[in-house]
């Protein structure tokens, strides 16, 4: 009985670490669909504070060769890594990388945690290629959905959609500016992902309250 009762927790372990997965997927296509990054072959790609390497490990399953890069290491670096994968320690602020080396530069939900958002920018502008394309992804600070867990609770500094615009324009002002609503989040019961979905599909459709949707987002190809 002790054999069976072990086994069918590991099953269970296993079971929810795999819809956390799928979880995770999903979101993760949301965020690249709507920045148009879903299952591109780009070239070279630069994931600036990948974290974990999620994001940077679907961009190598889609062909590129993508180096991860985060001011701390991490577990699962070694992990991943592959031959078109590699991670790196390295400031966002101050890339160790030679100028025009990769074909996208990529970061989501970094730039809120920088000591200087705009010396950030320059550098993804520095070491991007000629032509190629610089994406990034941040939470909205006022997204009543993610407001009093991310800002309150947890102290993140997310901007405004009005403080985004500006430090973005400050550096690229051609960038083309967007916002979304993530539709997924991956690490919360089934229940509240279906009434977030639900308050995620009412709120676009009131122009006053695009200041508040998820993510704001720019893109642009570097000249």
């Not at 490990?57 to 985060?70: E, H, I, K, P, Y």
């Amino acid at each position: 009985m002790l054999v069976f009762r072990y086994a069918n927790q590991a099953t269970i372990i296993m079971e929810s670490k795999k819809k956390v997965e799928q979880k995770l997927l999903s979101y993760q296509k949301r965020i690249f669909e709507e920045t148009e990054l879903w299952q591109k072959n780009l070239g070279t790609v630069l994931d600036v504070g990948c974290g974990r390497g999620d994001d940077a490990r679907l961009f190598a399953t889609w062909g590129n060769q993508v180096t991860g890069v985060d001011i701390a290491t991490n577990p699962q670096w070694h992990i991943a890594k592959s031959a078109n994968l590699n991670f790196l320690k390295s400031n966002g602020e101050n890339l160790s990388f030679k100028d025009h080396s990769f074909d996208l530069v990529f970061s989501k939900d970094v730039l809120h945690h920088t000591s200087n958002p705009k010396k950030m920018l320059e550098e993804a502008r520095r070491v991007c290629k000629k032509k190629g394309l610089i994406v990034f992804v941040e939470a909205n600070r006022y997204n009543p959905i993610t407001y009093f867990h991310m800002a309150k609770k947890l102290k993140h500094n997310h901007f405004t959609q009005k403080q985004f615009h500006k430090i973005v324009g400050d550096i690229f002002p051609e960038a083309m500016i967007g916002s979304f609503e993530a539709h997924y989040y991956p690490l919360i019961p089934v229940r509240a992902a279906k009434l977030l979905a639900i308050l995620e599909i009412i709120l676009p459709k009131f122009g006053f309250i695009k200041p508040l949707m998820s993510y704001n987002f720019f893109s642009i190809i570097k000249t």
